[in-house]
């Protein structure tokens, strides 16, 4: 699981990424509160993110939970794909 989480996040990085360069604008809250819009800077926040993440669940002994958030992310990289197809 926790592997596919973090491909499940490099997937969604990248997609993000293109998507944005294509003109779709980032839906993200957290990513739009740090006006995160650079290639780079998504990548270093992303990493962040996934790091911070994997240790709040590892330590509250809530791994588990990593099923829910990648059938979310499954979901957030297949709307990225939608953007970058219709360029939105």
């Not at 958030?69 to 939608?82: D, F, P, R, S, Y």
């Amino acid at each position: 699981m926790i592997l596919t989480f973090i491909v499940l996040n490099v997937a969604d990085a990248v997609l993000t990424c293109i998507a944005l360069k294509k003109g779709a604008t980032e839906g993200n809250p957290v990513m739009n509160l740090f006006h995160v819009t650079q290639p780079l800077s998504i990548v270093v926040w992303k990493a962040v993110f996934v790091v911070a993440i994997l240790l709040i669940l590892w330590s509250s002994k809530r791994l588990t939970y990593l099923r829910a958030v990648n059938i979310g992310l499954v979901l957030v990289c297949i709307w990225n794909m939608i953007a970058i197809i219709i360029g939105r």
